[in-house]
């Protein structure tokens, strides 16, 4: 019998995998745990619909990161932190407080899609990697003042 697959099943294949197995298999484990559905044309169209519409979700999903990273190219962040002598910061300047400062300037950025090689820890210019989309990076310039 064949089956489409809805998760990815060890020894057997991936989601949205078209797999020949056994009948009783297919009926008393896949069927029954709702692993899979069985090939029929109507559930092999909807599949096939299903991964068009995710692989255009996708591709608009890269376009927007695109263009944020363009529009990120070259941006500075400013952050304004406490710190004592010689520049040395108090703490350190985190991926959070980076994405506060690029919140300010109108770009919404998870604070887990900031890279920092090293922590900052005093007062200067750092190039940051900011990651929008699996594929798509984008370099910016933090400076760090000190305050107080």
């Given at each position: 019998?064949?089956?489409?697959?809805?998760?990815?099943?060890?020894?057997?294949?991936?989601?949205?995998?078209?797999?020949?197995?056994?009948?009783?298999?297919?009926?008393?484990?896949?069927?029954?745990?709702?692993?899979?559905?069985?090939?029929?044309?109507?559930?092999?169209?909807?599949?096939?619909?299903?991964?068009?519409?995710?692989?255009?979700?996708a591709?608009?999903?890269?376009?927007?990161?695109?263009?944020?990273?363009?529009?990120?190219?070259?941006?500075?962040?400013?952050?304004?932190?406490?710190?004592?002598?010689?520049?040395?910061?108090?703490?350190?300047?985190?991926?959070?407080d980076?994405?506060?400062?690029?919140?300010?300037?109108?770009?919404?950025?998870?604070?887990?899609?900031?890279?920092?090689?090293?922590p900052?820890?005093?007062?200067?210019?750092?190039?940051?990697?900011?990651?929008?989309?699996?594929?798509?990076?984008?370099?910016?310039?933090?400076?760090?003042?000190?305050?107080?």
């Amino acid at each position: 019998m064949k089956v489409i697959l809805l998760s990815d099943v060890e020894g057997l294949g991936k989601a949205d995998d078209i797999v020949n197995v056994s009948d009783g298999y297919a009926r008393n484990f896949l069927l029954k745990r709702k692993v899979a559905l069985e090939a029929t044309a109507s559930n092999l169209n909807s599949i096939r619909l299903k991964k068009g519409s995710l692989a255009e979700k996708a591709r608009k999903e890269k376009e927007d990161a695109q263009e944020v990273a363009a529009k990120l190219s070259g941006r500075k962040a400013v952050l304004e932190m406490k710190s004592g002598e010689g520049g040395r910061l108090y703490g350190a300047a985190t991926s959070a407080d980076i994405a506060g400062a690029l919140a300010k300037l109108g770009y919404i950025v998870d604070k887990k899609n900031i890279q920092l090689k090293s922590p900052i820890k005093t007062a200067g210019e750092y190039e940051v990697t900011v990651k929008l989309h699996t594929d798509v990076t984008v370099n910016i310039t933090v400076e760090v003042k000190p305050v107080g």
